[in-house]
Every structure is written in C-alpha cells, then in structure tokens.
C-alpha cells in the first residue's frame, strides 16, 4: 500500500469522525491497459465529495454515482468496466482495458 492510498484511507477516516457518510471504492482487478493499479482506491462521502482515484474521466464519474448509491442501500458490489462492441461509446475504457472494482460503505464508527 503506497503513501496515497494510506492517504486516501485517512480521509475516510476523517470524514467518518465528522459523522459523514462514506463508501470506499477498491481496484480489485485490471486486465491490459488500464488508468490506475490493483488497491488504487477512491473515497466518497454522502454530498459527493470524493478523494483519490480508480479510473478516471467517464468511469470515475460512474463509480462515484454507484458509492452514492451504495452509501444509500449499505449493498456492496463490484462494478466491472471494460469497452466492447456494445458499449464503446459508453462509459468505459478508452485504453482497451478492463477494471474491477469493489464499492462498499464504510459502516460504524472509526476506530
């Protein structure tokens, strides 16, 4: 784990002592090229307030509505992002990759 995400990890931490919501974005996996390593990770608070990054342009903007959403329902998931046939002009991977990621909310007090 490099200084930027024990960073990230921080923030979260900070965010919930002030008694925000939050949910952690996690790269679980990548295949070919991708934006950002396995373990980059991205933290969300309940106003969308985020900090860090697993992706970027179209695919960041989507995994901040999913933790919004995750915050909400407190159901964690994995959200997989890669371009196809069928969603080239979607949100997806320019670079021909392909990315997991791991959404959960971030429950109980900060220890």
Same mark, same amino acid.
């Given at each position: ?6 960073? %990230? ?18 790269? %679980? ?48 998931? %994995? ?21 997991? %990621? ?10």
């Amino acid at each position: 784990m490099g200084r930027e995400d024990l960073d %990230i990890l921080k923030t979260a931490h900070a965010w919930k002592a002030e008694g925000r919501s939050v949910a952690l974005a996690t790269v %679980i996996s990548t295949w070919g090229s991708s934006p950002q390593p396995v373990g980059s990770q991205l933290a969300v608070d309940g106003e969308g307030n985020f900090e860090g990054s697993v992706s970027g342009g179209c695919v960041e903007g989507a995994v901040i509505t999913e933790a919004l959403d995750i915050i909400e329902t407190g159901d964690a998931r %994995i959200l997989e992002y890669a371009v196809t046939n069928d969603n080239a002009f979607e949100v997806g991977l320019a670079c021909g990759g392909a990315i997991s %990621i791991y959404v959960e909310r971030l429950d109980g007090p900060p220890t």
